[in-house]
Nanobody
Framework: QVQLVESGGGLVQAGGSLRLSCVVS????????MAWYRQGPGESRELVAR???????NYADSVRGRFTISRDNTKNTVYLQMNMLKSEDTAVYYC??????????WGQGTQVTVSS
């Protein structure tokens, strides 16, 4: 079992920045990768950024160069630094933990609203 708790969402003006945090607990050694997803109004959930156990990262084209995923293993926390935010970044952001073929765990989500 893995538990994920996100924080850091809020309301920000276009061009501003936010940092999301995801605190991880439970069977941390079983985690293969961590990721941030988002789901905008009326849209399906999409991958924003992923970081593997080895530290490799990948990003959605729409956020590459503006968002950065990172982790602090001493704090069991994964971050998503979001800069140059746009109105289209408005969504509920979810943290996820991938355990390979075993399954995926999700946090409760945190709302990010970007006003233009």
């Amino acid at each position: 079992q893995v538990q994920l708790v996100e924080s850091g969402g809020g309301l920000v003006q276009a061009g501003g920045s936010l940092r999301l945090s995801c605190v991880v607990s439970g069977s941390i050694s079983s985690i293969k990768s961590m990721a941030w997803y988002r789901q905008g109004p009326g849209e399906s959930r999409e991958l924003v950024a992923r970081i593997t156990k080895e530290g490799n990262t990948n990003y959605a084209d729409s956020v590459r160069g503006r968002f950065t995923i990172s982790r602090d293993n001493t704090k069991n926390t994964v971050y998503l630094q979001m800069n140059m935010l746009k109105s289209e970044d408005t969504a509920v952001y979810y943290c996820s933990a991938g355990l390979g073929g075993v399954g995926t765990y999700w946090g409760q989500g945190t709302q990010v609203t970007v006003s233009s």
